[in-house]
């Protein structure tokens, strides 16, 4: 029988993420596991000094601080339901290999991920960090699919959920 010891739950505080992470926290207290949230943070190019009026290396540091805080009031949550959970922050070009450096890195067992859906050109423009962690990850990985809310629905809807 599977039963994994470190899940990992990537969160970019989407509702699906959200979504993701219930899932991920609750697989985390039936198996006893523990559980990682990772969020990765964008790298921004660095200007010459003389052309930028942008100050770059503070922006980062201020979304960094920013995903950190966000992530200990999701620790603290979660480590009150009895949770064992801790956190990282990454700092990527790539969200999906990140995910993936990560997972292997820290030896996780399962990966629970949501996919947000996007298809057509959104998904040609933007491509899809839940399937370059599907394709590329060497641990199992669960993939939930989250509806987007509709008018007059109180709640997304879970209408697929596959493990891959």
């Given at each position: 029988?599977?039963?994994?010891?470190?899940?990992?739950?990537?969160?970019?505080?989407?509702?699906?993420?959200?979504?993701?992470?219930?899932?991920?926290?609750?697989?985390?207290?039936?198996?006893?596991?523990?559980?990682?949230?990772?969020?990765?943070?964008?790298?921004?190019?660095?200007?010459?000094?003389?052309?930028?009026?942008?100050?770059?290396?503070?922006?980062?540091?201020?979304?960094?601080?920013?995903?950190?805080?966000?992530?200990?009031?999701?620790?603290?949550?979660?480590?009150?339901?009895?949770?064992?959970?801790?956190?990282?922050?990454?700092?990527?070009?790539?969200?999906?290999?990140?995910?993936?450096?990560?997972?292997?890195?820290?030896?996780?067992?399962?990966?629970?991920?949501?996919?947000?859906?996007?298809?057509?050109?959104?998904?040609?423009?933007?491509g899809s960090v839940t399937e370059k962690v599907v394709r590329t990850a060497t641990c199992p990985?669960?993939?939930?699919?989250?509806?987007?809310?509709?008018?007059?629905?109180?709640?997304?809807?879970?209408?697929?959920?596959?493990?891959?």
């Amino acid at each position: 029988m599977f039963s994994p010891k470190l899940i990992l739950s990537p969160i970019d505080f989407s509702d699906p993420s959200a979504e993701a992470l219930a899932t991920a926290a609750d697989l985390a207290s039936r198996f006893g596991a523990e559980l990682l949230l990772v969020h990765a943070v964008p790298v921004i190019a660095k200007l010459p000094y003389d052309v930028s009026i942008f100050k770059e290396g503070e922006y980062e540091q201020e979304l960094i601080r920013d995903a950190e805080q966000r992530l200990g009031e999701l620790r603290q949550k979660l480590s009150e339901k009895g949770v064992r959970v801790r956190s990282t922050v990454g700092l990527a070009n790539d969200v999906g290999m990140e995910i993936i450096r990560t997972a292997e890195h820290e030896g996780a067992d399962l990966i629970v991920i949501a996919t947000h859906g996007m298809t057509g050109r959104h998904r040609l423009a933007f491509g899809s960090v839940t399937e370059k962690v599907v394709r590329t990850a060497t641990c199992p990985v669960l993939v939930l699919r989250v509806q987007a809310q509709t008018k007059g629905s109180e709640a997304p809807t879970r209408a697929n959920a596959a493990s891959a």
